[in-house]
């Protein structure tokens, strides 16, 4: 049998049902007690003044004649009412009849409710003659009340009764019960083996049936949490297996330090890098400050950061062993809760020892070994911004090029050149102090830095004893080779406050230098710099000037000495500047060819010789025109294809073209040159050797390239009326010439003497100011018709 004890639902929900209905029930009482007063008070006052009602006409009579036997009798009637008490009657203030119920005393009525009634005069209307007085009996009243709340009393105890006893039996079959089969089902109920509560009948869908499906989802929410739980304490005894086989086993050293200081643990690669015992064989409390830091106070502030910032930390500190040599090692500093801190190290002395060879290797020139540029422009920045240097008065750059040392490199080879270049290293080094030093910027250029060294005559005898230390022979396979150097000196502050002016103005005095021919030396001075300047204003303005088509080409006649008739001309390229005047193409050809702008301003030229070329044709007139090509144009600037490409364009014969080239475009590369020549002359083209006899002049060249004709440079034509040596050299290019098939143009003829000679040599052609000078193409005609006039009076003429 089911008991329930003091603390079950349904006792202290009984008893607080009962409570409340205990309650409710005096509430009830006394409000029906308070009511059933007020109302048999009204009842009683009602009552009264019925009978008052029924006797007044008798009253009325009994006052008016002062009748006491009438005025009794009818007292005694009103007292047979138990409802009244006494009845007292007065007429002119005189009692005429004063009576209470037999057994009761007159003081009684004090207190009880009390009815007056005035009487009128039967025969006067509104007069007053007398006053009736009754008072209820209120014991009467009381009884009556009395027995009314009894009755309330007894209905509401059986309504609440019957209340709670239905309130209890439904609790009892709706809550109490599938409670306690719930709380049954609980204690039986395994979850781990998946058994849940069943839902109570009639409870699918009411909140009890609710809380069984929450409790089962709890239930198994619990089972997997506990699952969860026992895996996570599974994998993380697992872990911990691994984590102290890899903390015994680990070739990087781990600690693990607390906030005093003390290591609490390491591992065998910790105590192997810092040669301590390990930490079971440790006796004692070790601090991570003892242990051989080169800067103990640094591990102490990366220690004390980590833990203030609760950060991870890294940094590469220096240790000094007991064999005595230091080690760098990689500490990483990891905060790993209860207030303790994990270390990480690792030995990167090697990568340390690699990071400076790489950094050193990125500032040595690998040939020689000595400093390159990027190291120079370093050890210039920090010279720059060392005090002690600027307070000794500065220091002085030397840059020093060896003169045509390309030669040696085509001569020779690369290795040979390779061999000269570390002798030349090893030269130079001994002339400067051990606190100077000496920088390879690239091929065989090198600069020199003297420390407080700024006197111009200890600088001169630096200079000179350089250039004497590279003149002295340098030796390739037993066989002397000679090589000259050119200088170029800066001092600073003087010449510059910065690396880049400082370099700048050093290439611009060692340019300066190999101007004035090499093997020497040059100061830097403003006046390089303003040149310099003045170079780049013509270098912007060559470049507006071919954008702007600013160029023009003259031409200068060819004269057939032996037909005595103008054959053609050459085409020469003018700048008439808008600012500057006429510019010399030797000022603005060299330029060109610098700044790759040769093969444009080449492409143009022949565009507008050609073009003079088609005019000609269409004219009639039987002429060819020559026109200078620069060796920087050979072979890629100028493709024997372009050639027949601008020929086919204007439908020109290629015959009437000629390309004068120089004998160092045939020196340069003679496969490359030679391929050119050939593909030039399959396609029509004639060949012009300018300058002749200014260059190497070889015979064996002339045999091998495929050339027309030679060009005699004007020098020799200048001095052949007076210099015989010059007019037999003149004879014997003429012969040569004649022997090779090839023809000889004699430049530079500026007299009828010289014009007269170079006929009696039979010379092929003639050009200079005897004839005309380079004209603009306009005015090619007149100058045509003066030259057929002076041909026609030239002495020897045909």
């Known amino acids: 049998m089911q008991k329930f004890g003091r603390h079950s639902i349904l006792v202290r929900s009984a008893a607080v049902l009962i409570a409340s209905f205990l309650v409710a029930g005096a509430v009830s009482i006394a409000a029906t007690i308070v009511v059933t007063g007020q109302r048999q008070h009204r009842a009683a006052v009602e009552h009264l003044g019925q009978l008052l009602d029924t006797v007044e006409s008798t009253v009325s009579v009994a006052c008016f004649v002062k009748d006491a036997k009438l005025a009794d009798e009818v007292a005694q009637g009103l007292l047979k009412n138990k409802e009244v008490l006494s009845v007292a009657i007065r007429a002119d203030g005189v009692d005429l009849a004063r009576s209470t119920l037999p057994g009761r005393l007159p003081g009684e009525a004090a207190g009880n409710t009390q009815l007056t009634r005035d009487v009128r005069s039967p025969f006067a209307n509104g007069k007053t003659i007398g006053r009736i007085q009754l008072t209820a009996n209120a014991e009467v009243i009381r009884h009556t009340i009395r027995d009314e709340v009894r009755f309330v009393i007894l209905q509401i105890a059986g309504q609440l009764a019957l209340v709670a006893l239905t309130v209890v039996a439904v609790m009892l079959v709706f809550i109490v019960r599938p409670i306690k089969a719930m709380s049954d089902g609980l204690h039986r109920m395994d979850a781990t083996k998946g058994e849940r509560l069943a839902v109570p009948q009639r409870h699918a869908n009411s909140e009890i049936g609710r809380l069984v499906l929450d409790i089962n989802t709890l239930a198994g929410n619990l089972v997997d949490a506990l699952s969860q739980e026992r895996t996570l304490r599974q994998e993380k005894e697992v872990d911990e297996r691994k984590y102290h086989s890899i903390f015994e086993n680990a070739e990087t050293g781990i600690f693990v330090v607390a906030p005093d200081g003390i290591l609490t643990s390491w591992n ?11 930490y079971e064989a440790y006796r004692g409390n070790l ?133 000269i270049l570390k ?70 502050p003087k010449d510059g406050a910065d690396v880049p002016d400082l370099l700048r103005n050093l290439e611009l005095a060692l340019d300066r230098a190999k101007a004035q021919g090499g093997n020497g030396y040059v100061f830097f001075d403003n006046t390089l710099a303003k040149t310099a300047e003045k170079r780049q204003h013509l270098e912007n303005d060559l470049r507006r000037a071919m954008r702007e088509h600013e160029f023009q080409l003259y031409f200068q006649p060819i004269i057939d000495l032996a037909g005595n008739r103008l054959a053609g001309a050459e085409a020469l390229i003018r700048w008439p500047h808008p600012e500057r005047g006429m510019v010399p193409p030797d000022a603005f050809i060299p330029l060109a060819e610098e700044i790759g702008l040769i093969d444009e301003i080449g492409l143009w030229t022949l565009e507008a010789a050609c073009a003079k070329l088609a005019q000609w044709q269409r004219e009639g007139i039987d002429r060819y025109i020559s026109v200078n090509v620069s060796a920087r144009q050979i072979p890629d600037g100028l493709p024997a294809v372009i050639l027949s490409e601008i020929i086919e364009h204007h439908g020109i014969d290629p015959a009437r073209l000629a390309l004068e080239i120089t004998e160092g475009v045939l020196m340069v590369d003679v496969n490359k040159a030679l391929t050119w020549l050939d593909a030039v002359r399959a396609r029509g083209f004639r060949i012009f050797l300018d300058d002749f006899g200014t260059g190497y002049s070889s015979l064996s060249y002339l045999k091998r390239f495929p050339i027309d004709s030679l060009k005699i440079d004007k020098s020799f034509v200048h001095d052949m009326s007076e210099d015989s040596s010059d007019r037999a050299l003149i004879e014997a290019v003429i012969a040569m010439a004649r022997s090779l098939g090839m023809k000889v143009i004699a430049e530079g003829v500026e007299t009828a003497e010289q014009l007269s000679l170079l006929r009696g ?7 200079g100011y005897l004839f005309s000078k380079a004209v603009p193409s306009e005015q090619f005609e007149a100058a045509a018709s003066r030259i057929n006039e002076l041909l026609g009076h030239t002495p020897g003429a045909a």
């Open 268 to 278: 065998p690669a910790f105590a192997l890098l810092m040669h301590i015992p390990p």
């Open 761 to 767: 040599m039979n010379c092929h052609y003639g050009q």
């Open 287 to 419: 601090n991570i400050r003892q242990l051989p830091w080169e800067n103990a106070s640094r591990i102490t502030e990366l220690t004390l950061h980590c833990w203030l910032n609760n950060v991870g930390l890294a940094d590469d500190l220096t240790v000094r062993l007991r064999d005595g040599y230091w080690r760098w090692l990689h500490v990483v500093l990891t905060p790993v809760g209860e207030n303790q801190l994990q270390g990480v190290v690792h030995d990167v002395t090697e990568h340390k020892e690699a990071e400076a060879l790489a950094k050193q290797l990125a500032v040595t020139d690998k040939l020689t070994g000595v400093t390159n540029r990027l190291g120079l422009e370093e050890k210039l920045q920090r010279l720059l911004s060392d005090p002690l240097i600027a307070q000794t008065g500065g220091f002085t750059l030397i840059m020093l090029d060896l003169d045509n040392f390309k030669r040696i490199n085509e001569g020779f080879g690369l290795p040979i050149g390779d061999v």
């Open 423 to 492: 002798d030349a290293t090893a030269r130079l080094s001994n002339c400067i102090k051990a606190s100077d030093f000496i920088a390879r910027l690239a091929g065989d250029r090198f600069v020199l830095t003297l420390e407080s060294l700024t006197g111009s005559d200890d600088v001169d005898h630096i200079a000179e004893r350089l250039m004497q230390s590279i003149r002295k022979p340098f030796y390739v396979d037993g066989s002397p080779v000679a090589i000259h150097a050119s200088l170029g000196i800066v001092v600073s």
